[in-house]
């Protein structure tokens, strides 16, 4: 290899850890304009690279005057800074809490610039919120399902025994009670069924995103009141992902249903997708992640459940199980993805998050 080929593969080599890094980077010139942003930067400033390029600092960022006035000090003086937890005030009335350092870079062919890093505060908070609500759901899962098990084989005793005391018995009367043994037990059997979740491994294959989503709109049309209404905001541009669509339609049915529950005769129901580049779940980063968004406009999630409702057992309605959303969460964290929820009166949000990459998935 040449002198030159090695530079040149050592640039690229850099380029690539550039444009690969969570960290989010911008290089500056003299007068604080916009040189290069990486792709973390273009998620976390939401712009993308043509449009953020030839713009200043202060198109970024609105507010945040003091720092503006150091930075342009670092650059002349080059002294290089970090500041805290600062505030970054941007344009569109967003405000983020973030680590940021600024290094005045020097090159003697060029002039001055200043290399910015920018560490998301909340995204990491939420990485570790993500990465509870994945290892709750694992043990709260394997909870349900130990104690499904222990109870599965006494009522199977119990409803045969009572199977046999009916042809046994000659009153039609007492047949009754007998009848009530085993409609019971047939009840109990098909809620342990639901705790013990889906039993089979998911069978992935190539999956429209869409396609799923319209099979669960045809199913909760027929099932809601007309009065509600179901709205579709989809992004076709999504590539399909690989996945189980038999287990996608059931965790989509599950929070469907539950957002159907919650708003009672009125209401309006969004089924929608996006796509997010370079996003992390829990610890994990992935090229493309998908979403589904169920937004309804119902009356929110109780507070006193709502940091617990991904446990089993936990509902808010008289006759809820508290199964759904459980199950819902376990499904989805098999395709390596996870359901967040952000929740107020007038508007709850269920985002399932799926990630793309078949390398990366975990069931
Ligand atoms: N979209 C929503 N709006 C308001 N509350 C909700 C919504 N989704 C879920 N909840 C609350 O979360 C609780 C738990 O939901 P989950 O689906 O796990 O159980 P469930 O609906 O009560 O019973 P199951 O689904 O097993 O029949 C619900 O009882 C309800 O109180
Ligand atoms: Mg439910």
Same mark, same amino acid.
């Given at each position: ?12 080599? !850099? ?44 198109? $970024?960022?609105?507010?945040?005057? /003091? ?5 342009k000090s670092s650059v002349e003086q080059g002294h290089p800074f970090t500041k805290r937890e600062a505030q970054l005030e941007l ?6 809490? @973030? ?15 200043? $290399? ?41 005793g119990l409803r045969g025994a009572a199977q046999l005391l009916e042809g046994e018995l000659e009153s039609d009367e007492l047949k ?13 059997? !098909? ?5 013990? /979740?889906?039993?089979? $491994? ?15 709109? !045809? ?36 929070? @469907? ?12 129901? +969004? ?26 406009? #119902?009356? /929110?999630?109780?507070?006193?459940? $709502? ?8 509902? #808010? ?6 199964? #759904?959303?459980? +199950? ?8 390596? #993805?996870? +359901?967040?929820c952000k929740s107020k009166p007038g508007s709850t949000i269920f985002r399932i998050l799926i990630p793309m990459e078949k390398d990366?998935?975990?069931?």
């Open positions: 290899m040449h002198d030159t080929d090695k530079a040149l593969s050592v640039d690229l080599l !850099q380029k690539q850890i550039i444009e690969n890094m969570t960290t989010s980077v911008l290089i500056l010139d003299q007068s604080l304009t916009v040189l290069y942003i990486n792709p973390a930067c273009e998620m976390l400033f939401e712009i993308s690279r043509r449009k953020a390029t030839g713009k200043s600092w202060q198109y $970024l960022v609105t507010g945040n005057q /003091g720092l503006t006035e150091r930075m344009m569109g009335d967003r405000t983020l809490t @973030v680590d940021c350092s600024f290094t005045p870079l020097y090159e003697p062919s060029a002039d001055p610039s200043l $290399l910015v890093e920018i560490q998301h505060m909340e995204r990491q908070v939420q990485i570790s919120r993500e990465e509870n609500l994945i290892s709750q759901s694992h043990t709260a899962r394997a909870l349900a399902r130990g104690l499904a098990h222990e109870v599965k084989n006494p009522l199977g009754e009670y007998t009848q009530i043994i085993i409609n019971e037990a047939d009840r109990l059997q !098909q809620l342990v069924d639901r705790m013990l /979740g889906p039993t089979s $491994l998911p069978r992935k294959e190539d999956t429209n995103i869409h396609e799923v989503l319209e099979r669960v709109y !045809q199913l909760i049309k027929a099932e809601a009141p007309e009065t509600i209404r179901i709205e579709r905001d989809y992004d076709p541009s999504i590539p399909d992902i690989h996945a189980d669509q038999g287990q996608l339609i059931q965790a989509l049915l599950n929070l @469907v249903r539950n957002a159907i529950q919650a708003m009672g005769d009125e209401g309006r129901l +969004i089924l929608k997708t996006r796509s997010k580049r370079q996003f992390t779940i829990g610890q994990n980063r992935y090229k493309l992640v998908v979403l589904v968004d169920i937004i309804d406009s #119902g009356p /929110g999630i109780p507070e006193e459940i $709502l940091d617990k409702i991904f446990l089993p057992m936990i509902t #808010g309605r008289a006759e809820g199980t508290g199964l #759904g959303l459980s +199950i819902a969460q376990s499904l989805i964290n098999r395709h390596g #993805g996870l +359901i967040e990366n998935d975990s069931g």
